[in-house]
């Protein structure tokens, strides 16, 4: 019966929302709506999806759950070291680079990568094109704050990524000393736009586009789907990060080359 009712909330979404979320894995789809469920004190995937189609504050809230985790600033190690590795001989060949995050996991994910830049002395001449699935979601990115209280936790992350000096050099704080926010020369070179990777086509070329984030919930068909459309957005000799390594036995295969063995950072080749 539950199951029965998630493909009705999902068919009901789509319907009535135009947000298709029926090629998403079941397993990670059903996890987070029976946590959203709990958390409004919902009887029944059924009472939440009479919620959604008659409260927009319960919609936004679904579409929050089944979205990307948001992330924090440099939060994984990996990411930032491959992004140290490959930003330089990504874009330095390039007049404009691009670099579009699918997805993206909210500011801090964005804002991780204009610091990232501006080390690379890249960032008055790259464009970061940051995608999110709704409305609701571009107001909130584009007003983001960082919490002064949470800077000792994120000044941990950006050391043990192989950062070096102070993280709260790339903000500006408010009057009040309780509020930070990224200095406007680098939230300049960010682009905020919605953008529904299931049902969008290809918007820009880029030299780089980090997807690792968005492609783990994703079904075999949908990501497929995604895959593509990164191969058809993606320049030649163009980086594309991916959460697993590409299955030698797909097409696009034969187009990448992994940066480094064992890792699912990939070089454009073909």
């Not at 939440?48 to 948001?70: G, I, K, M, T, W």
């Not at 699918?102 to 501006?118: F, K, R, S, V």
């Not at 001449?125 to 002064?148: F, K």
């Amino acid at each position: 019966m539950e199951e029965l009712e998630l493909e009705l909330l999902l068919e009901a979404l789509y319907q009535c929302h135009g947000y298709d979320y029926r090629g998403y894995a079941r397993g990670a789809v059903m996890g987070k709506v029976r946590a959203l469920r709990g958390q409004l004190e919902l009887p029944t995937i059924s009472a939440l999806q009479s919620r959604v189609l008659h409260d927009d504050e319960a919609f936004n809230c679904l579409l929050r759950a089944l979205y990307v985790a948001p992330a924090l600033m440099f939060d994984s190690a990996l990411e930032a070291s491959m992004l140290r590795l490959s930003l330089g001989a990504c874009l330095h060949g390039a007049a404009l680079p691009r670099v579009w995050i699918a997805d993206c996991a909210g500011a801090q994910q964005a804002w991780t990568l204009a610091i990232l830049l501006e080390q690379e002395q890249l960032a008055q001449r790259t464009e970061i094109y940051a995608t999110v699935a709704s409305d609701t979601m571009l107001a909130e990115v584009q007003q983001a704050t960082l919490p002064m209280a949470r800077l000792s936790e994120l000044q941990g992350n950006y050391i043990r990524s192989g950062g070096i000096g102070k993280l709260i050099d790339y903000f500006d704080v408010s009057a009040d000393g309780l509020q930070a926010v990224l200095k406007a020369h680098l939230r300049s070179r960010i682009t905020w736009s919605q953008y529904n990777l299931v049902t969008d086509a290809s918007f820009n070329e880029f030299q780089m586009i980090l997807g690792q984030r968005a492609l783990p919930d994703f079904g075999p068909a949908l990501r497929r789907r995604v895959l593509q459309l990164f191969d058809d957005s993606l320049a030649p000799f163009g980086m594309l990060a991916l959460d697993q390594p590409l299955d030698d036995h797909d097409p696009l295969a034969r187009h990448y080359k992994p940066l480094l063995a064992h890792q699912s950072w990939y070089k454009r080749v073909a």
